[in-house]
């Protein structure tokens, strides 16, 4: 299973302090639903700290997948869940049911790396799946008032978008709007090391 485990640097250096907000904003019950897990590694670092709730990890590339579940059998962390296929674009996530009882989605780096409409579908999801009081947390750069905060994030906006049109830091009152119309409340921003907000959401 080795030969699957990737690896991101910035999860090394980024989740402890995500880890700090989580514990102060995500509700005292339920299930965690992670969209855009990545290579898995954020998701064995947060479990354990809601056991035993469970983390349910997810990603709609299989390599990704392929390095979340590598990461989770070689861990004894009992309530981190194989990962999901879902791509925050589609409109069923396959996970809607009541049973699943998530009440908290945590979004991390996914925002800027892909298209509008993958923000516009997580919208969507968490109006679809959380209940009343559910939280949506999202982590990432993002531009204010339609302008970067650091020079750092205009540069690496450059590269994403001439990797991608589609991609690209994107505006925080934009998000705040596509949310709110979708009966996720803005609750709170707080800023984060290297430039990044993490922004919460609660379900009305
Ligand atoms: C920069 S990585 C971040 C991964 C992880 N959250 C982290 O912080 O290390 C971006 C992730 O977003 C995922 N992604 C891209 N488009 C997506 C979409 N439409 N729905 C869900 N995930 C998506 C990619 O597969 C990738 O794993």
Same mark, same amino acid.
């Given at each position: 299973m080795d030969n699957f485990k990737q690896y991101a640097p910035a999860t090394q250096r980024n989740r402890e302090h995500i880890l700090e907000v989580l514990l102060k904003v995500l509700p005292s019950s339920g299930n965690i639903l992670e969209i855009a897990s990545g290579?898995?590694?954020?998701?064995?670092?947060?479990?354990?700290?809601?056991?035993p709730r469970q983390w349910i990890p997810s990603d709609p590339n299989p390599t990704?997948?392929?390095?979340?579940?590598?990461?989770?059998? %070689?861990?004894? @962390?009992n309530n981190i869940q194989s990962p999901l296929n879902i791509n925050?674009?589609?409109? *069923?996530?396959?996970?809607?049911?009541?049973?699943? *009882? &998530?009440?908290? &989605?945590?979004?991390? *780096?996914? =925002?800027? @790396?892909?298209?509008?409409?993958?923000? !516009?579908? +997580?919208?969507?999801?968490?109006?679809? =799946? !959380?209940?009343?009081?559910?939280? +949506?947390? +999202?982590?990432?750069?993002y531009k204010q008032g339609g302008k970067h905060t650091a020079p750092s994030n205009e540069s690496? %906006?450059?590269? +994403?978008?001439?990797?991608n049109l589609e991609w690209g830091v994107k505006n925080l009152e934009d998000v705040i709007k596509v949310a709110?119309?979708?009966?996720?409340?803005?609750?709170e921003k707080v800023e984060m090391p290297a430039n990044n907000l993490s922004v919460i959401f609660e379900k009305q």
């Open positions: 290579t898995g590694e954020h998701s064995l670092f947060f479990a354990p700290a809601f056991r990704a997948r392929n390095s979340i579940e590598a990461w989770r059998q %070689d861990s004894s @962390i925050a674009a589609n409109s *069923n996530w396959g996970i809607e049911e009541k049973e699943h *009882n &998530i009440t908290t &989605i945590v979004n991390i *780096n996914m =925002i800027h @790396i892909s298209p509008w409409s993958a923000c !516009l579908g +997580l919208m969507e999801g968490a109006k679809r =799946i !959380l209940p009343s009081k559910g939280i +949506l947390y +999202l982590y990432g750069p690496f %906006d450059q590269s +994403l978008r001439s990797q709110e119309e979708r009966g996720l409340l803005f609750q």
